[in-house]
């Protein structure tokens, strides 16, 4: 019983979290429900027996990736006039078509999964120890690339964030 | 009877969040939003790979689940220098103010 019933609390949790990132007009408080519904992942992942996936999601996710949102946000110091320019923008016009094609698209989504449920999740945990003999294993040249990944991504925020110099 | 819990639930709740983090990518003018949008979407991917590996019981789930999170990192840094980038020039986070396509 226990599992199961966090995994649909949680499941609730993540998507009520969800919807109000993409529809509040205050980035900070968006980003708070943003850490929420990744905490709700992170207790799904838990539940579904994948203890070392839910501590990277809090770690990496909800605590490195999340600040780094934050700090942009206190550096750009958004004003009460761009929560208003949102509430604008969010106007039932704007959303109403995009919103149902994503229904659209998600009802497909449903009818291919299929909802007879006679394949259950084996809930035994998978610990750390099975991840790393796994990831260093085979493989461990993803891991080389992801390492190289890492620092592209390094050089190109860099070369991205330098006060730029030539005016325009 | 509440006990084991099926797979499809999981790549369900997958399925809502992505369509969630798109629905926000498509809606939103704000840079900001449209980052945190594929954020989510990012997510779900991985939530897709763990149900997927812990369904037949291999590891293989949460090794992909840590390449996604290498990309959302490469993916956030990235888009948020550019965030930081377009506010310097233009005093604003609207995507349309960035159409002029030049150097």
């Known amino acids: ?168 | 009877m509440l006990e084991a819990i099926p797979m499809e639930h999981g790549l369900a709740l997958a399925g809502v969040l992505f369509s969630l983090g798109l629905a926000g990518v498509l809606i939103r003018r704000n840079l900001l939003f449209i980052l945190m949008s594929i954020e989510i979407m990012m997510n779900s991917a991985g939530l897709a790979f763990v149900v997927a590996g812990s369904r037949w019981h291999q590891p293989d789930g949460q090794i992909m689940f840590i390449f996604v999170l290498t990309l959302a990192a490469a993916e956030a840094a990235i888009g948020l220098a550019l965030v930081l980038q377009l506010y310097h020039r233009y005093h604003s986070l609207d995507v349309d103010a960035a159409s002029e396509m030049r150097g």
């Open chain 1, 1 to 168: 019983m226990g599992t199961a019933l966090a995994f649909y609390l949680a499941s609730a949790i993540a998507v009520i979290a969800s919807a109000r990132v993409i529809t509040s007009a205050n980035p900070v408080h968006a980003l708070l429900y943003l850490v929420v519904s990744l905490l709700a992942v992170a207790m799904i992942f838990f539940s579904l027996g994948a203890p070392f996936a839910a501590a990277l999601e809090m770690i990496v996710y909800a605590g490195a990736i999340m600040v780094l949102f934050v700090f942009v946000v206190m550096m750009l110091n958004l004003g009460s006039a761009v929560i208003e320019q949102e509430k604008q923008w969010l106007s039932p016009r704007a959303w109403a078509g995009p919103a149902i094609l994503s229904l659209m698209l998600l009802v497909e989504l449903f009818r291919s999964i299929g909802m007879e449920s006679d394949h259950m999740v084996n809930t035994a945990t998978i610990g750390p120890k099975a991840v790393g003999v796994s990831l260093f294993g085979p493989y461990v040249l993803a891991v080389e690339l992801a390492s190289m990944l890492l620092l592209s991504a390094m050089v190109a925020a860099w070369h991205l964030g330098r006060p730029n110099d030539h005016k325009e």
